[in-house]
């Protein structure tokens, strides 16, 4: 997990100047009778604003690039829902977490499981469809509350310290069991969630462990929700990008070689990948050719590192938080995108978004 230590150092080695820093003029939310008239960001980060201790989640527009101020106090760990919902934990001054969902601007927050005896509730995860929210609580148990009434238990031995995934179409969950992420064995699981109850559709033990270094590992599925990837490390010290469907026995692992791999993301093209390799880079790699290739899309190495990439719903954007090597609170990383299209005349420039960022998502459903 990222470690509260250092202090910041402003780095301008890459000669990018800023779109946004923090200028947050306080605002109160508007209400909006219809959910499709609601002000939408590109979108939406956690950040810690200036004066305060309390992180906060934010919407941001890319054209007219202006921050919105939406939730005071909130960690958003998903992106926003087909519905225009969000879903986000609340810390209490007792040291108490609340599950929260909202609309899409921040207001009609309701409280979720409130009265469930969890002693922590650790993340809370909103599906695409809204249906859906997978809450970790008490450290190693998984839940799924569906329709924001119905409570389903999915594992009591889910890998502390990592992230499940819904699939695009949110009908279905995907997560790493296992005592934590540091210990071995470790399986993937994937559960069905439409039905009466979950059924649970796959069981696969890991041909390794999942790898981590700062953050908490994540999955990814490919964009038809028949394939999860994830990054592991086998016996020999080697990154792999492990792949799995729910649907039959496949199961592959790709090494990626001299650069290794923390955390992918699969593109719309079979055997090819976005990853952030061990040095902290990021990078675009391609298995489909019979050479594998790897090309550079954002500095790091030696002073930074490039966490929790996503990608735009027209696959021509990237983005990702960047944290210093000399200071990796949680909130102090920075917030840039990467324009995909400059890959083919290499001509990369990351645009800087904001700084005091935890974690950014797309808005894929902005009308």
Known sequence: MIVRQGIKKIIQSIGVLALVIFAFASCDPCRYDDVFSIPEGDIYFTALPFNTNQPGIFQIDLQEKKPRYIVENGILYSPPSRDKKIVFVRNNPSGSQDIVLAKIDGTQQRIIAGDYKWYSRDFAILSSNGRSIAIGANGNELWLVRNE??????????????????????????????????TSPQQLV?????????????????????NEIFGEPSLSWSEEGVFVYLSISNEENYDLIYSASYEGNYENASPVDLI?????????????????????????????????KYQFLSPGSGYSYNLFPQVNFQNSKILYTRYYKDDLNLFHGTLEIVDLNTLKDKTIKPTIISSNVYRAFWNKYKR
């Open 149 to 182: 009434s119905e409570f389903f238990k999915l594992s009591s031995n889910f890998c502390k310290g990592t992230l499940p995934a819904f699939s695009p179409d949110g009908t279905k969950i995907a997560f790493v069991e296992g005592k934590d992420i540091y």
């Open 190 to 210: 994937v559960y069905y969630c439409e039905a009466d109850r979950p059924i649970k559709i796959s069981t696969k033990l890991l041909p390794g462990q999942i």
């Open 260 to 292: 290794g791999c923390v955390e992918v993301v699969p593109t719309l093209e079979d055997g090819k990948f976005y990853i952030t390799g061990r040095e902290g880079s990021l990078w675009f790699v391609n298995f489909a050719e019979p050479v594998s």
